[in-house]
């Protein structure tokens, strides 16, 4: 079984930083993308960024070069490091990883239980 647990989400006032994490334990085959979505209350679940394997990650346009994203599949872990946040940017979190449970198995979409990020004026 696949689980991600994700750390770092907080409180912090606008123009201030922070770092979101996630590691993904069980047992698997292989990791092909790993990421962050985020949803506010009343909306969509939406992308904010995502790396997949060998290719180079892609941000929601929102993102604006604040946040970046960064990868280790190897130690199946994924960092969001968030600068500038704007009080828009108050939503909760989730780690998504795309994963292939074993050989010959599509892959699966996991997410981890989100953490909230809140950013005050």
């Known amino acids: 079984?696949?689980?991600l647990a994700e750390s770092g989400g907080g409180l912090v006032?606008?123009?201030g930083s922070l770092n979101?994490?996630?590691l993904a334990s069980g047992t698997f085959l292989e990791i092909d993308a790993m990421g962050w979505y985020r949803q506010v209350p009343g909306k969509k679940r939406e992308p904010v960024a995502i790396e997949t394997r060998g290719s180079a990650p892609?941000?929601?346009d929102f993102v604006e070069g604040r946040f970046t994203i960064s990868s280790?599949?190897?130690k199946n872990t994924v960092l969001l490091r968030m600068n500038s946040l704007?009080?828009?940017d108050t939503?909760?979190?989730?780690?998504y990883a795309s994963i292939r449970p074993d050989i010959g198995r599509a892959l699966f979409a996991y997410w981890?239980?989100?953490t909230r990020v809140t950013v005050s004026s």
Do not use: H, K, N
């Not at 939503?91 to 780690?95: G, I, K, R």
């Open 86 to 88: 704007e009080p828009e």
């Open 13 to 15: 006032q606008a123009g």
């Open 1 to 3: 079984q696949v689980q």
């Open 20 to 22: 979101l994490s996630c």
């Open 72 to 74: 280790d599949i190897a």
């Open 91 to 95: 939503a909760v979190y989730s780690c």
């Open 58 to 60: 892609t941000y929601s």
């Open 112 to 114: 981890g239980r989100g």
